[in-house]
């Protein structure tokens, strides 16, 4: 199974940026799709970003779009999430899954793999 790490997590301002990093155990070349989710205390988990490594095409949810970037370094199997002009509402734990398909990708129960998550805290 993959196994994720999750980084770069961290409080910061109102419009400011972070940059957060999932790193895979192994090629994730091989045809995965890569999602970045985030879950605040008492609400569920709501999928933001997806990236497939096969051929490199993303998906975004509304709330994130023109904001938030997903890409990949194959070198370093680890998928990247860029946040910019962070808003309070987007304070959450951001998590990062893996499966071998991206349809239904804002489905969480679709999910095998997990990392244990990073906390982002964006402040007023």
């Known amino acids: 199974r993959v196994q994720l790490v999750e980084s770069g997590g961290g409080s910061v301002q109102a419009g400011e940026s972070l940059r957060l990093s999932c790193a895979a155990s192994?090629?994730?070349?091989?045809?995965?799709?890569m999602t970045w989710f985030r879950q605040v205390p008492g609400k569920e988990r709501e999928g933001v970003a997806a990236?497939?490594?096969?051929?490199?095409?993303?998906y975004y949810a509304d709330s994130v779009k023109g904001r938030f970037t997903i890409s990949q370094d194959g070198a370093k199997s680890t998928v990247y999430l860029e946040m910019n002009n962070l808003k309070p509402e987007d304070s959450a734990m951001y998590y990062c899954?893996?499966?071998?398909?991206?349809?239904?990708?804002?489905?969480?129960?679709?999910?095998?793999?997990w990392g244990q998550g990073t906390q982002v805290t964006v402040s007023s």
């Open positions: 899954a893996a499966r071998l398909m991206c349809g239904s990708m804002w489905y969480e129960d679709r999910y095998p793999d």
């Open positions: 192994e090629n994730i070349f091989r045809r995965h799709c």
């Open positions: 990236i497939y490594t096969e051929g490199g095409w993303t």
